[in-house]
């Protein structure tokens, strides 16, 4: 019983830990990214992009025009679109497509990221460095966790912080927001 009680204090210290360093400049850039667009588009891979997934969610129930790269409905990405995407490394390979696809296009990029200085940080108009190991930090580790854990626990986070920061300025009650919600499940 000791263990799975040291283990949720570490997950949660070391999510405080990381949050608390993640910029508010940055999360003032990205929000304003978000409001400008015309339409949101969100891709990552694997856990990252089902991070994102339940960001795009959030950031839909502010009733913005938001779409999942790779699902069968989202249309082609478009000037004045904002794509976001979420790599922990900044070199995954369908993030580096995605973010060509949106250069070439004209659309705008965040990247949420561990690695400000990686080929996908450089193509990003904003930027929320996420201070988290990636999946194949094993040596100089900023987590115990396994893999890119931390990194994606904190993109959710980090996603709702956002949605939180947009809705407060929005002025919406949780009424408005609830006619949003889903109503097909």
């Known amino acids: ?10 997950v949660l210290s070391e999510l405080e830990q990381c949050i608390r360093r993640v910029s508010d400049e940055q999360i003032r850039a990205a929000a304003a990214q978000l409001t400008t667009a015309q339409r949101v588009f969100f891709a990552g891979a694997g856990r990252s992009r089902l991070a994102l997934k339940m960001g ?3 950031i839909m129930h502010l009733g913005l025009t938001v779409y999942v790269a790779g699902e069968i409905v989202t249309p082609a990405l478009q000037q004045h679109d904002l794509l976001v995407i979420a790599s922990g490394s900044g070199t995954t390979a369908s993030a580096l497509q995605a973010a060509s696809t949106a250069r070439k296009v004209g659309a705008n990029i965040l990247v949420l990221t561990t690695a400000p200085e990686s080929p996908l940080a450089q193509q990003a108009n904003a930027l929320i460095e996420i201070p988290a190991a990636s999946k194949q930090q094993f040596g100089e580790r900023t987590s115990k966790q396994y893999a890119g854990a931390l990194f994606e626990q904190s993109v959710v986070l980090v996603m709702d912080i956002l949605f939180h920061h947009l809705w407060q300025q929005r002025g919406e009650t949780q009424e408005q927001l609830w006619k949003r919600h889903a109503n097909l499940e």
């Open 1 to 10: 019983m000791a263990q799975i009680a040291s283990t949720k204090q570490l």
């Open 56 to 58: 795009a969610m959030r």
